[in-house]
């Protein structure tokens, strides 16, 4: 599918200008240039991209070598097994109806186009949710199989949704979540779809277009910072980490350039927490095996926003990478895995040990926790403590690992962990426990799975799955 130029709204296109202007509004004047005291060795990136399609988190060359080893049966058993899963995932039915609304409400819905005038939460951000999902999951069994009945099913999912909704709402922030983690979801199925004989042009653009209008608009509203109440700080890294994903894929989809180079950039030097320097809030060596381990910034918060955190952050590493290579490399500021020395991995260590139990089973409920909480090194974090935010009673200040009753919860990631840094960089060792976590889980699956490990609540959607599909060799 050829895909015409896909223009920014004027909205959207304000927004990736003010990153190096000031805006004026009833609080006084917001800077939102891009910091430049965080990294002062830090040069923002003007590169110019390829886009062999699709290169979303997988290029064709993986998804041929897939179906090759599936075809000659030299896929590893678990490859196998996860492929079958997928095909019995509620969500990836043929027979599944999606339920489009005019718009996508997260959080309040006071004065949103559903307001309804109690104070009943009315919410209905789980329709695109499950859609969105539901989408991704029949595009990836279209790429895998050639069926044409799967990317029938989740084109029509997504015109339907295109048609449809008007803008994402609520009477606070929690509307950027939605933006986020649904906005990358469709646009990773966008990405596998384009081209099959089931969306026409005319129907791939008007689905970019509503991609850019309603997500994109609103992950560069939230990624400006420029909400005066608060400081660039005060949303925990996940917040960061989905929008990123989010405006990421919509840049790749689309074929815009400042919209990738506008991620690469916060990734390294943002002004909130999906920074790498701020992702990041310790330094620590490893009591068990002397390697070094990084303190993640919200596991003295809890244990699932933890894991969702690091999560993420791999499937943005994955994307970013992705396109890394479908570029010949000639960008290294896309590979985020290799950033400060493989710090990625150094957090995705701190956060499995975090959470790991000794047991044998593939939802790491049994056994006795690898390490005590409390034997877990932290660094003192203040969270909002003497920050500009106007409300003065929320900091926090954290002493110690977060040992919650989410503690030891599952999400889908640790095979993106593993598969790169023990396959492609090719290291021998500073994976253990992203090792333990992926080989426990195996295959790792997603969402609608029949064990059901991950639940169908809105931290199961928060990232893509299904990744020993994708990326396990048998290594």
């Not at 990836?140 to 069926?147: G, I, R």
Request: glycine fraction near 8%.
């Amino acid at each position: 599918m050829k895909l015409s130029k896909i223009m920014l709204t004027a909205g959207l296109a304000a927004f990736i200008a003010l990153q190096t202007s000031c805006r004026e509004n009833e609080y006084g004047t917001v800077d939102l240039t891009m910091p430049d005291d965080e990294t002062p060795s830090y040069e923002p990136i003007e590169a110019q991209y390829q886009y062999p399609h699709p290169c979303i988190m997988y290029s064709q060359e993986d998804f041929d070598y897939v179906k090759q080893s599936l075809a000659d049966g030299t896929a590893p058993q678990e490859v196998q097994d996860e492929l079958q899963a997928l095909k019995n995932s509620q969500f990836a039915q043929l027979s599944y109806v999606a339920q489009p609304q005019n718009c996508i409400v997260r959080g309040d819905d006071k004065g949103t186009p559903i307001d309804d005038g109690t104070d009943k939460k009315v919410e209905n951000y789980a329709y695109a949710m499950r859609d969105a999902g539901s989408a991704f999951q029949q595009a990836l069994l279209y790429k895998l199989t050639d069926d044409e009945q799967y990317a029938a099913a989740a084109v029509k999912t997504l015109n339907a949704w295109a048609a449809t909704c008007k803008g994402i709402y609520s009477n606070d922030a929690n509307m950027y979540l939605a933006a986020g983690a649904q906005g990358y979801t469709f646009a990773a199925a966008a990405e596998m779809l384009r081209g099959s004989q089931s969306w026409n042009d005319a129907d791939f653009n008007t689905f970019c277009k509503w991609l850019v209008d309603v997500f994109a608009s609103r992950n560069a509203e939230f990624l400006s910072h420029e909400n005066a109440n608060v400081c660039a700080e005060h949303y925990w890294s996940n917040w960061d980490l989905v929008n990123m994903c989010s405006y990421l894929a919509i840049g790749i989809l689309t074929e815009n350039d400042e919209m990738v180079n506008y991620v690469v950039n916060y990734f390294y030097n943002g002004a909130g927490n999906g920074c790498i320097d701020k992702l990041i809030r310790g330094h620590h060596t490893d009591p068990n095996t002397g390697e070094p381990i990084y303190q993640n910034q919200e596991s003295g918060r809890d244990q699932g926003h933890a894991e969702m955190s690091a999560m993420v952050a791999a499937n943005l590493a994955q994307m970013a990478y992705t396109l890394y290579v479908q570029n010949d490399e000639k960008v290294p500021e896309l590979d985020f895995f290799a950033a400060d020395d493989n710090a990625l991995l150094k957090m995705g260590e701190y956060v499995a040990l975090s959470n790991l139990r000794n047991g044998t089973d593939n939802a790491n409920k049994d056994g006795q926790w690898v390490i005590a909480a409390t034997a877990m090194p932290f660094t003192t974090y203040e969270y909002c403590v003497n920050c500009s935010c106007r409300d003065k009673n929320h900091s926090a200040t954290q002493t110690q690992l977060a040992n919650d009753e989410g503690r030891g919860s599952v999400r889908p990631g640790w095979e993106i962990y593993y598969n790169h840094y023990k396959r492609i960089k090719g290291l021998s060792n500073g994976f253990s426990y992203v090792k333990q976590f992926a080989d426990k889980l195996r295959p790792e699956c997603g969402v609608g799975e029949g064990q059901n490990r991950y639940g169908t609540n809105s931290g199961a959607f928060d990232q893509l799955g299904w990744g020993t599909l994708m990326l396990y060799r048998g290594e």
